[in-house]
């Protein structure tokens, strides 16, 4: 069974920290790429930041740049999204995804998650 399982979301304080996990199993090996998405209420779901586990390439966009990381842990097939200096914009619902091109374009992703629930307050 293909899936994305993601953890780690929840409410903290502006300025704090959450890591996201990004459990993976039955990926293909075309699907390489991991990417991170998110939703805020009223909003079109926007790409945060993707990951290439072929060659380590990652991307993020400018709102989390210098703020989110991505890393991976390849023996638990696992990525994450450690978030840094949160801001009340940053709520959103979180999800990952997973598919072949490294790119921001949803089209490209072929596995989803179910998402996050990330809350900022003040």
């Known amino acids: 069974q293909v899936q994305l399982v993601e953890s780690g979301g929840g409410l903290v304080q502006s300025g704090g920290s959450l890591r996201l996990s990004c459990a993976a199993s039955g990926l293909s090996y075309a699907d390489s790429v991991i990417g991170w998405f998110r939703q805020a209420p009223g909003k079109e779901r926007e790409a945060i930041s993707f990951?290439?586990?072929?060659?380590?390439?990652?991307f993020y966009a400018e709102p989390v740049r210098g703020r989110f990381t991505m890393s991976r842990d390849d023996a638990k097939n696992t990525v994450y999204l450690q978030m840094n200096s949160l801001k009340p914009e940053d709520a959103a619902v979180y999800y990952c995804?997973?598919?072949?091109?490294?790119?921001?374009?949803?089209?490209?992703?072929?596995?989803w998650g179910q998402g996050t629930q990330v809350t900022v307050s003040l």
């Open positions: 995804a997973a598919g072949p091109v490294a790119t921001t374009i949803e089209k490209f992703y072929r596995t």
């Open positions: 990951i290439n586990k072929r060659d380590g390439d990652t």
